[in-house]
């Protein structure tokens, strides 16, 4: 499918080729990594190198990373009463943004009444203001804010969210999926006390994450029980080949992490400088700080489903916002949240960049977009003719 231009990468990223080379290094591994012979000391090394480097990544220890399925199941893992400080009261209620991923809306281990919501602004970034209100004068809470909506691409104010969230005794879980790899930080810097990330939305494979801990965190109970994996956190044996991919890749995204910030800022301007071009469009939280790979945008009267095929047809794979509806175009729950109208979130169109895109595949793209917006302008001036 070289022919194709591929905007879609924070559904998903091709496999970057460190990656597949340590995933085929790992599927020739013969042994059990939790085996204590040579065959399963081998398997071990190449699992505590991956842990090494995405720990190290995200400035933490390698030892208070837990290796899973995807960040699915590591915002699930991360979602439960009972975790505290050591020496400070458990959690008893969840706290998250309205703007979060569906596996953090859905609330984790927290039963539906004990999970609240804050707000965002027009912009799509956390109101801190109705933070404090949630937690002022209350029962200490686990907080679920995202470094970055897979959507719009916006940054949120993480340390700040976490002054609050320390100061009224709770915790605060970051999703950092979408933007690990792609900005710099660490667990420290944010205020932290557990953060998701995930291997395919940075070049390694899809099906394995990882939750990362905070120094001084207790109380996570496991989701999987019945063996001793990941220090009692996650049984089942390790997906060696997948957590090896995932490591290569994190090391990779790391290494180019700066270069490719100069240049994916420079294609997100030609490409929205571009769009803005057709009257109306609009470029969501176009005003605050965003990833400079992601461009949420729409014009009145667009159907997501109808552009999401144009643009399929015409060879360039874009998305109507989350990947994660099974298929589905649906509006967007973001864009609800912001306060725009469900004509506006019905016709939302997400193109998103990686390092392997082009002048060419903007150029491109653009193309494709003037024709199928100029055909929908030529039906609304018919129909109101």
């Not at 290494?255 to 571009?274: F, I, T, V, W």
């Amino acid at each position: 499918m070289s022919d194709r231009a591929y905007f879609d990468w924070n559904a998903t990223t091709p496999l970057r080729d460190e990656a597949r080379r340590a995933m085929i290094d790992a599927l020739d591994l013969p042994g059990n990594a939790s085996s204590v012979h040579a065959e399963g000391r081998e398997a071990r090394k190449w699992i505590e190198g991956a842990r090494t480097a995405i720990a190290h990544a995200v400035g933490a220890l390698p030892k208070n990373l837990v290796f899973t399925s995807g960040g699915t199941e590591a915002n699930a893992l991360a979602l439960a009463p009972g975790l505290r400080r050591d020496g400070a009261p458990p959690v008893e209620r969840l706290v998250v943004s309205a703007i979060e991923h569906a596996s953090v809306l859905a609330g984790g281990r927290f039963s539906q009444a004990a999970i609240e919501r804050i707000g965002v602004t027009r912009d799509g970034i956390v109101d801190l203001g109705h933070l404090r209100e949630l937690l002022h004068g209350r029962p200490p809470a686990l907080v679920s804010i995202m470094l970055a909506n897979n959507e719009t691409g916006a940054i949120q104010p993480i340390a700040e969210a976490a002054g609050i969230v320390h100061a009224a005794g709770g915790l605060l879980h970051v999703d950092a999926v979408q933007p690990f790899g792609k900005i710099p930080f660490e667990m420290g810097e944010l205020g932290a006390d557990l953060l998701t990330v995930s291997a395919h939305k940075i070049g390694g494979p899809k099906g394995v994450g990882a939750l990362v801990l905070a120094e001084g965190l207790a109380g996570l109970e496991p989701l999987l029980r019945g063996g001793g994996q990941e220090l009692s956190r996650r049984a089942g044996t390790e997906n060696v080949a997948g957590i090896a991919g995932f490591g290569a890749a994190a090391m990779a995204a790391m290494a180019c992490l700066p270069p490719e910030s100069g240049r994916l800022q420079r294609l997100q301007k030609r490409l929205e400088d571009g769009l803005q071009l057709t009257p109306g469009t609009i470029v969501f939280s176009s005003s605050v700080q965003r990833l400079l790979n992601t461009t949420l945008f729409t014009i009145p009267g667009l159907r997501a489903e109808t552009a999401v095929i144009g643009f399929d047809l015409a060879g360039i794979a874009v998305s109507s916002g989350s990947a994660c509806s099974s298929g589905k175009v649906q509006p967007s729950h973001v864009l609800e949240a912001m306060g725009f109208d469900r004509d506006i979130g019905q016709g939302a169109v997400r193109l998103s960049m990686g390092w392997s895109t082009r002048d060419a595949d903007v150029d491109r793209c653009l193309e494709a977009w003037r024709n199928l917006s100029g055909r929908l302008l030529k039906g609304q001036r018919r129909n109101t003719a």
